[in-house]
T-cell receptor
Framework: AQKITQTQPGMFVQEKEAVTLDCTYDTSDPSYGLFWYKQPSSGEMIFLIYQGSYDQQNATEGRYSLNFQKARKSANLVISASQLGDSAMYFCAMREGQDTGRRALTFGSGTRLQVQP | AAGVIQSPRHLIKEKRETATLKCYPIPRHDTVYWYQQGPGQDPQFLISFYEKMQSDKGSIPDRFSAQQFSDYHSELNMSSLELGDSALYFC??????????????FGPGTRLTVT
């Protein structure tokens, strides 16, 4: 079974509008972390935001916020006030297990976001 | 701030040749991860090292090997290259001291093309 599912292969959004990128996950481990990364066309992987399974509040980082619904096992990324530079591939990723950072990440298939002027 | 360094950035090899990719983690980071991202695919975990010992193993082919050296840099050795090995290879590093979110910082990647 897929551990991370991103059901939107591509999304369009108008500049200055907000957009939500969906991510659902599957794990039986009570301790896990959820990450979002941005990959521009240049190829680098840029960390955006993190949510721990025990965090009580949704994570926010500037224009990025994570809508964490634990019971639904979803961790959607919300980008507010989209900018042209937000056009990129966005990956949701999970790290499972006791909160030791040595575990590797499992990635979803990604969502390609295009911001239109 | 210092970032993860990978070399070379681009590499072209022929089938059946060997390749060595290098990764220099962020200073004081003790864990290194290698990921492979095929064209249009998500990154797949290959192998990781913690304090110079292999920590975890993913879908790394037997033709590949890796190690972490005393200065914490890591090398991914790839032999008998196949066309399907053409991909972007990422190295990531993190610092695991028992606290924090253990964010993995990714290097710029090495784009390997096998012809």
């Amino acid at each position: 079974a897929q551990k991370i599912t991103q059901t939107q292969p591509g999304m369009f959004v108008q500049e200055k509008e907000a957009v939500t990128l969906d991510c659902t996950y599957d794990t039986s481990d009570p301790s896990y972390g959820l990450f979002w990364y941005k990959q521009p066309s240049s190829g680098e992987m840029i960390f955006l935001i993190y949510q721990g399974s025990y965090d009580q509040q949704n994570a926010t980082e500037g224009r990025y916020s994570l809508n964490f619904q634990k019971a639904r096992k979803s961790a959607n990324l919300v980008i507010s006030a989209s900018q042209l530079g937000d056009s990129a591939m966005y990956f949701c990723a999970m790290r499972e297990g006791q909160d030791t950072g040595r575990r590797a990440l499992t990635f979803g298939s990604g969502t390609r976001l295009q911001v239109q002027p | 701030a210092a970032g993860v360094i990978q070399s070379p950035r681009h590499l072209i090899k022929e089938k059946r040749e060997t390749a060595t990719l290098k990764c220099y983690p962020i200073p004081r980071h003790d864990t290194v991860y290698w990921y492979q991202q095929g064209p249009g695919q998500d990154p797949q975990f290959l192998i990781s090292f913690y304090e110079k010992m292999q920590s975890d193993k993913g879908s790394i082919p037997d033709r590949f090997s890796a190690q972490q050296f005393s200065d914490y840099h890591s090398e991914l050795n790839m032999s008998s290259l196949e066309l399907g090995d053409s991909a972007l290879y990422f190295c990531a590093s993190s610092h695991n001291d028992g606290g924090g979110l253990y964010e993995q910082y990714f290097g710029p990647g090495t784009r390997l093309t096998v012809t």
